[in-house]
């Protein structure tokens, strides 16, 4: 370009130069005014790094703004992007166009989740569940009273729970699992998760506590062991691991 | 709230085995023959009850089970009870945490260690040994 870029044009995405493009079908659902979902198609230019986020975007910013998606981070850190992506909840900022082989994508809602509108669903489940599992370290003393000031851990011990304190509360897991789809009060695989990621934390002492929570009708025996959780999840948590596992102390197989 | 409001998948969606790889086929052959296995024990209940009505009854009820479509009905219980056990002792395990991997921090692309090679051949040999007993079922009852 001859002349310096404007400061809009600069603000935008980088514009897209290239010759191929994909069909991007949207579903569009407004609960207060729509019966049904129904799908609006664009044609939109990638290149081999443009993620579906960024398609989303540039229909936005060139043929309808009014489509409405959640997103922040652009980098699979906010877990506020994900929806279902050709069949498959993923997150659409960490799902590139050319990874999918497809001509024609289509992007919905999150199952599972009730929707605001479009592409954009309700999260107050998901952290009611994940709150309820009581997501924190519980013991009596404090850092500030023991005389270390710190809670020493080996590595050991932290690789017992790193690994689940990756989750980014995206909700994949509850989207894919398949006891989700019928049972609206199941605890879900994503606080499920959080429950093991505590558990497993030696300088945590609520593990009575969070068993008692999770040892309910709807609680960890809804679970199959099916992974889809763990299969969809983009930030390599295994939920399918951390619940099996933390039934194993239920059922006395581990200590 | 209503099944709409939360836009859950229902049951289509449960029992979909296209989407999640061959633990969701077992997940949907393991509820399929559960079911399955409930009916044949109700019926089986019922049958050899007719005992009771004395040899005559029992020999009746006994010839149902020597027909083409009865010893069909039998083979499919046949791989239905094997895949049941086979894919049942796998999922206990795997309840108690045996087999399902170790915490370990994870590397990009996550593949997850829950999802493995053990819990699959598990399930491949509860899928490979239903369709051998089943086959043998065929060949002695059909080879009669
Ligand atoms: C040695 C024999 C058996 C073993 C090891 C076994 C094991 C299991 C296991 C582990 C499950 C839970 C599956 C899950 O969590 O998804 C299950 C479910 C079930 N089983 Fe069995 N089972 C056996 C025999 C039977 C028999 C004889 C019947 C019928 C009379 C039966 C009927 C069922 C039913 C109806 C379910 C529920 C299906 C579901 O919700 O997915 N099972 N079995
Ligand atoms: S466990 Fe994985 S899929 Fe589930 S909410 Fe956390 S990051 Fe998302
Ligand atoms: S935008 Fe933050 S996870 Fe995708």
Same mark, same amino acid.
């Given at each position: 370009m001859a002349q310096t870029p404007s400061l809009a044009e600069e603000s935008g995405s980088t514009p897209f130069s290239s010759s191929q493009s994909i069909t991007l079908r949207i579903a569009r659902y407004n609960p207060q005014h729509d019966s049904a979902k129904s799908f609006m198609e664009f044609q939109v230019p990638y290149e081999k790094w443009t993620t579906v986020l960024e398609a989303i975007l540039e229909v936005k910013k060139h043929f309808d703004h009014s489509v409405a998606v959640r997103y922040s981070c652009r980098q699979a850190t906010c877990g506020s992007c994900g929806m279902i992506i050709n069949g498959k909840p993923r997150l659409a900022c960490f799902t590139k166009i050319s990874e999918l082989n497809s001509n024609v994508i289509t992007v919905e809602p999150m199952n599972n989740f009730p929707i605001i509108r479009d592409l954009a669903v309700k999260f107050e489940r998901l952290f009611d569940t994940h709150h309820k599992i009581k997501p924190y370290l519980i013991r009596d003393d404090t850092e500030i009273t023991t005389n270390t000031k710190e809670f020493l851990q080996t590595p050991e011990e932290l690789e017992q729970y790193i690994q689940f304190s990756n989750c980014i509360k995206c909700g994949l897991c509850n989207s894919a699992c398949p006891t989700m789809a019928t049972d609206s009060s199941f605890v879900g695989p994503q606080a499920l998760a959080q429950a093991y990621r505590y558990v497993a934390d030696s300088r945590d002492k609520g593990k009575d506590n969070r068993l008692k929570i999770i040892d309910d009708s709807h609680g960890i025996w809804r679970c199959h062991f099916a992974g889809s959780c763990s299969q969809v999840c983009p930030k390599g948590v295994d939920p399918a691991m951390g619940i099996q596992l933390l039934r194993g102390y239920m059922l006395g197989f581990r200590s | 709230m209503t099944n709409q409001d939360e836009n859950k998948e229902g049951i289509g969606g449960m029992i979909n085995p296209r989407r999640y790889g061959i633990e969701r086929v077992a997940y949907l052959l393991m509820r399929l023959s559960g079911l399955g296995l409930l009916a044949y024990f109700i019926g089986h209940i019922y049958e050899t009850s007719s005992i009771l009505k004395g040899q005559i009854g029992w020999n009746a009820f006994l010839a149902i089970t020597q027909t083409n479509a009865g010893h069909a009905i039998l083979a499919i219980v046949i791989a239905m009870c &094997?895949?049941?056990? &086979?894919?049942?002792?796998? &999922?206990?395990?795997?309840?108690?945490? =045996?087999? &399902?991997?170790?915490?370990?921090?994870?590397?990009?692309?996550?593949?997850?260690?829950?999802?493995?090679?053990?819990?699959?051949?598990?399930?491949?040999?509860?899928?490979?040994?239903?369709?051998?007993?089943?086959?043998?079922?065929?060949? =002695?009852?059909?080879?009669?």
């Open positions: - | &094997v895949f049941h056990t &086979v894919n049942g002792i796998r &999922v206990m395990l795997g309840h108690g945490g =045996v087999g &399902v991997g170790k915490p370990a921090r994870p590397d990009y692309p996550y593949i997850p260690a829950s999802q493995n090679i053990r819990h699959k051949m598990g399930i491949y040999s509860a899928i490979i040994l239903a369709a051998i007993a089943m086959m043998y079922g065929l060949a =002695v009852m059909f080879g009669e």
